[in-house]
C-alpha cells in the first residue's frame, strides 16, 4: 500500500548512543519532513527537505541530522541521545494539492 | 515565527451534538490551514483544509471557517458519532506549499455514546 513508511515503532535508547529512524514513502513526494509530538505541545518541525539533496532547519533542530540521498527515504540520525530528546517521530511527506501523508510514529525512549 | 494556539484542549460531547475547535494565528501571512484527526497509536491524518482565498469549506459533517480579519479559524463537526473520539490538531502555513507548518497544541475530542 502506497505512504509512509516509519521503522521502528518502538526505540529505547541509553544516554549518548547513537541511532537513525528510517523514513520511506512510495508516493514520489518531492517535500518530506520531521517533526516530533510531546505532550500538550502538538508536533514540532525537527527537519524539512524540498527534493534529493536539499534539506533545512525546522524549529526544534538541535540534536539531529538529516540527509536526502533519494526521493524515497529520509533518515533522521540522533547522535547522541538525551532525554529530552523522549518523543514520539513522525515523517510525513507532502504532494502540492493533497497535503501531509504521515507516518504511524516511533516512540522513543531515552534513558 | 509563526504561534498557533488552539482551544479547548478537551472537549467532551454527547453522540448527535454539534463539537467546535477553534484555533488562532500569529503571522497575517500565513495562508494555508489544514486540520488533521490522530487516533490513538496512529500518526495524524488530514480531514479537511482551507486555503486564505476561502472564507468556509465543507465535506459532509465537516466544516472549516477561516476569518482572516481575526486571524482564527475554527473546526465544526456536526452529528458527532463515536469515531470522532480522537485528537484533533489545526495548524498553519505561510505558505501554500506547506513546508513549514506550525501546529496547534491538539483538542482531545470525546463523543459519548
Known amino acids: 500500500n502506497a505512504g509512509v513508511t516509519q521503522t521502528p515503532k518502538f526505540q529505547v535508547l541509553k544516554t549518548g548512543q547513537s541511532m537513525t529512524l528510517q523514513c520511506a514513502q512510495d508516493?514520489?513526494?518531492?517535500?518530506m519532513s520531521w517533526y516530533r509530538q510531546d505532550p500538550g505541545m502538538g508536533l514540532r518541525l525537527i527537519h524539512y527537505?524540498?527534493?534529493?539533496?536539499?534539506?533545512d532547519q525546522g524549529e526544534v533542530p538541535n540534536g539531529y541530522n538529516v540527509s536526502r540521498s533519494t526521493t524515497e527515504d529520509f533518515p533522521l540520525r540522533l547522535l547522541s541521545a538525551a532525554p529530552s530528546q523522549t518523543s514520539v517521530y513522525f515523517c510525513?511527506?507532502?504532494?502540492?494539492?493533497?497535503?501531509?501523508?504521515f507516518g504511524s510514529g516511533t516512540r522513543l525512549t531515552v534513558v | 515565527g509563526e504561534n498557533v494556539e488552539q482551544h479547548p484542549s478537551t472537549l467532551s460531547v454527547q453522540e448527535g451534538d454539534s463539537a467546535v475547535i477553534k484555533c488562532t494565528y500569529s503571522?497575517?501571512?500565513?495562508?494555508?490551514f489544514p486540520w488533521y484527526k490522530q487516533e490513538l497509536g496512529k500518526g495524524p491524518q488530514l480531514i479537511i483544509d482551507?486555503?486564505?482565498?476561502?472564507g468556509e469549506k465543507k465535506d459532509q459533517r465537516i466544516a472549516v471557517t477561516l476569518n482572516k480579519t481575526a486571524k482564527h479559524f475554527s473546526l465544526h463537526i456536526t452529528e458527532t458519532q463515536p469515531e470522532d473520539s480522537a485528537v484533533y490538531f489545526c495548524?498553519?502555513?505561510?505558505?501554500?506549499?506547506?513546508?513549514?507548518?506550525?501546529f496547534g497544541g491538539g483538542t482531545r475530542l470525546m463523543v459519548k455514546p
Open positions: 510525513a511527506s507532502r504532494h502540492p494539492a493533497e497535503g501531509y501523508t
Open positions: 508516493m514520489n513526494h518531492e517535500y
Open positions: 527537505s524540498v527534493g534529493a539533496g536539499i534539506t
Open positions: 503571522d497575517s501571512a500565513s495562508n494555508y
Open positions: 482551507i486555503r486564505s482565498n476561502v
Open positions: 495548524a498553519a502555513s505561510i505558505n501554500n506549499a506547506g513546508n513549514m507548518l506550525t
